[in-house]
């Protein structure tokens, strides 16, 4: 089989979130936040960054760890988590990285300053450089200072950040005075009207930078009016500014959290009007699926849009381990009309392949874009209890980490967009657990099975095999569980 790229497209014991994909040189950079495998909270890990040839999205390699949480002076047991970051190339030629620190759950995250590290490369070794500062060099705490990201847009540099969290957000700080003595001492206001104004505290929000990539110049200040109506996709949170042509693009997470949305504007700092969805990571507006019939677990999703070897791309997460805290970077293909439109992505296994899989060899079954039992939770900040279909891992003494997609029940769906056969092939399952029944088989959701596998249950992995009645061409490949029990599918072959 030839080299491909999957959905996920790093390895698959691999969590990269809020992904932020940079080209320099001739390499493309992931810079994002690093989630524990199975973690029980957000951004555990240091930042640890991939890089791929701008001419080959199959050959991701992993640079290694380019800064560790220790190294910010201000990690302390409450805040020692680093959040998603970004980086970009300063005046001097020099790679600044942008981030804010968080305690467990985002407890304290929206609190303290931006913090920046430089480097001389891409992704090297960086250095703590300081924060984020007015004039007189105290920390810049103006608005809620989350999420940054960072842009030259021809020598001016710019930093966007900031969050608009739900009116409910408010009672969780009407109920908890330590934050609240806290923010009212950031604003200088009393805690009525924070509660009764929270335009004060919230929106996305630009700041421009001096040379020093630390010295905040003028007022930072909101790019979208607070009172602005996007339907239903305000910002939320994950600012990240890209240049498309001579417009600016505003890439965000929006209310509803589970997608990526963009707004664009003539300005780099004002005047953005929303554009539409980019991508959700439950496929959520594409094809007809809705809120209610959504393909897979939903939480947060934070990522970008790239252009990269004339072909754009958004990149976005996707949940695992029935939680919001063990996140993966995918990517999938988009087009920006002359008109400067982004039609939404589906969510797809082979995003940044160039076109389908092969319809032969033998896939990891995590790499499904699709995973529903019909009644998928959206869960931001949470890992869930009850039962449904999830990637997750398993390791055993002597034995590699194995992933799989666990929790198989009647019913469940499982996706995979798309395969290209040239012939006509069996498909493999490779299973275990309870399950007694059947995978049926479809390209067509509301067509006939084109294949049916018999499942026993099973202690350890068995492979079950069919023969597959499909024409030759390109075919999205859905497999529906019927029987009782559980199973557990490991691996998805075709030959
Ligand atoms: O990764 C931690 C937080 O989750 C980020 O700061 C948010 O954008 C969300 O993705």
Known sequence: MNKQAFNPFLPVGEYIPDGEPHIFGDRVYLYGSHDNEGGWTFCMGDYTVYSAPVNDLTDWRREGVIYRAAQDPDSSTERRYMYAPDVVQGNDGRYYLYYCMSGEFGFGGYYGPIQVAVCDSPAGQFEYLGYVRWPDGTPMKKYVCFDPCAFNDNGRIYLYYGTQYPDESNEILANDSEQMSEVMERYDKTAEEILSTPENVNGAIVAELEDDMLTVKGQPHHIIPYEADFGGHEFFEASSMRKVRDKYFFVYSSQYNHELCYAVSDYPDRDFTFGGTIVSNGDIGVNGVTEDCRMNMTGTTHGSIIEINGQWYVFYHRLTHKSDYSRQACAEPIEITPDYRIKQAEITSCGLNGGPLEGKGTYPAVIACYITNGNM????????????????????????????????SDGTLIGYKYFSFDEPVNISLTVRGEGDGKFLVFTDLKGEAVSELEIAPAADWQTVSAPISISAGTHPIYLIYRGTGMTALKDISFE
């Open 377 to 408: 939770p959206h869960g931001a900040n949470k890992i869930f209890d009850h039962s449904f279909p999830n990637v997750t891992h398993e390791t055993f003494p002597g034995r590699d980490t194995e992933r799989f997609i666990a929790e198989i």
